[in-house]
């Protein structure tokens, strides 16, 4: 197979923990990785994530980040038309140290790629809540959804312009040749699973139509949202019909919006399909498309701005969600907008029981979306919980599969068999590397 990109993500307390120089070594030796980034701005979220330990970091055991703060400098000339200004870190032994450029100094010197990732949410959701509650996103009463730990609104024109001056800024002031996102978009609710005892004599799977359903525990329904709706000519009132329609049948208990109970029990115990759902109340489907056409428009902000600050810059949305369209996130729609998309699947780490099935079919689906003139780059897991055995499966799985490129998640908490494990199986299917 033919790949353009071996990719490997760092955070700047293993750049502070391990050097930089040890690391490229590490990665480019032992995995032809040509393409090193930092995340640049992280969340909240122990690392590393999915084991309880480090297994190759000699100073820490694990680390918890701060909430969204930024980790290289930016020009805070450029975010003058938002009142939201970035937050940097606190720590001392992170803080006024640009490790952005570290990364982007070594990759330089060794000759391979150099990123930049903006996490989940890029700005402290914390002080948003306490500040700024109009920015975060509402569900259809009114209630700001999951409070401090909410989401803001791409369609809070402060909002709006912090997300695009953070992409311009950090491409604008540093050396990089791509810049990736897996920002939270709108919120998509819960998956609504059927009534307990439905498990008892019925095999149902529910799983499609219940995360359908929990669109209506989403977001968002703020005042920008409705100005923007309503400017754009879709139909409010219709929206806020059905959606709180749906709503109480998605919430009803014996205790809670009665009259919905048998509607939530037949709904999701019986085999009625999605699209049913969706002829029924118009009002979702409207919603649904306003929430597309929202993020669109944040992606094509984003994507013009990056590339002029720098017209060669890969702008790469980082999908991690099982339902993008439940997000606001349409491949088909965001594909002019967008110069490739890495799939953060991490199958590997939970044995594979599909033999890759999902893994395999989502990068179907977001090569349907995307066409063919964008590159897909397929995460996998080199963490705890993985094998070297799965680690090969998997490579041989998306050999097939037209890929541009892997992408290690993540460094920090890897097992060094399970880099050696790949660099074997990408030996194994005869894989080059070509810019
Ligand atoms: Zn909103």
Request: charged share 25%.
């Amino acid at each position: 197979m033919i790949i353009s990109e071996i990719a490997a993500s760092l955070y700047p307390w293993d750049l502070a923990d391990e050097g930089m120089e040890h690391i490229a070594d590490e990665l480019i030796e032992r995995c032809k990785v040509n393409s090193l980034y930092l995340v640049g701005i992280m969340h909240y979220e122990k690392r590393p994530l999915t084991s309880l330990f480090y297994t190759h970091n000699s100073v820490r055991k694990f680390y918890l980040p701060e909430n969204s703060r930024v980790y290289y400098r930016l020009d805070e000339r450029n975010f003058k038309d938002t009142c939201l200004k970035p937050h940097y870190s606190e720590r001392e032994f992170l803080r006024n140290i640009d490790w952005l450029d570290v990364l982007t100094k070594e990759a330089r010197k060794r000759g391979v790629k150099a990123g930049i990732e903006l996490s989940h949410t890029i700005y402290d959701t914390n002080i948003a809540y306490e500040q700024y509650p109009q920015m975060l996103q509402r569900n259809v009463k009114g209630n700001i959804i999951n409070g401090s730990q909410g989401l803001l609104c791409s369609n809070n024109p402060d909002v709006h312009e912090y997300q695009r001056a953070m992409f311009y800024d950090s491409v604008k002031n540093h050396d990089v040749d791509f810049i990736q996102t897996c920002l939270l978009t709108f919120a998509q609710g819960n998956i609504i699973k059927a009534p307990w005892f439905y498990n008892t004599w019925m095999d149902i799977n529910c799983a499609n139509l219940g995360a359908l359903l929990g669109i209506a525990n989403g977001g968002c329904f703020c005042d920008s949202c409705r100005a923007k709706a309503k400017e754009w000519g879709f139909d409010w009132e219709l929206i806020l019909r059905d959606m709180s329609v749906l709503y109480e049948v998605a919430n009803a208990t014996a205790h809670r919006f009665q009259d919905s109970l048998m509607e939530n029990n037949l709904t999701l115990g019986s085999n009625v399909t999605e699209a049913m759902l969706l002829l029924e109340y118009p009002g979702l489907a409207e919603f649904l498309k306003f929430r597309i056409r929202s993020i669109t428009e944040l992606f094509k902000d984003i994507y013009i701005s990056v590339h002029e600050a720098n017209p060669n810059i890969d702008f790469r949305y980082n999908n991690y969600v099982h339902f993008p369209e439940y997000t606001g996130i349409s491949f088909k729609d965001i594909a002019p907008y967008v110069d490739s998309v890495r799939d953060s699947d991490y199958t590997e780490q939970t044995g594979a029981k599909d033999d890759f099935r999902y893994k395999h079919n989502t990068l179907l689906k977001i090569r349907r979306g995307i066409g063919f003139n964008k590159k897909i780059i397929a995460a996998l897991a080199v963490r705890p919980n993985a094998t070297p055995e799965i680690i090969k499966r998997s490579v041989s799985v998306l050999g097939e599969l037209g890929i541009d490129g892997f992408s290690l998640g993540h460094y920090d908490g890897s097992h060094i068999e399970h880099l050696d494990a790949f660099r074997e199986a990408i030996d194994a299917i005869h894989c080059k590397i070509q810019k």
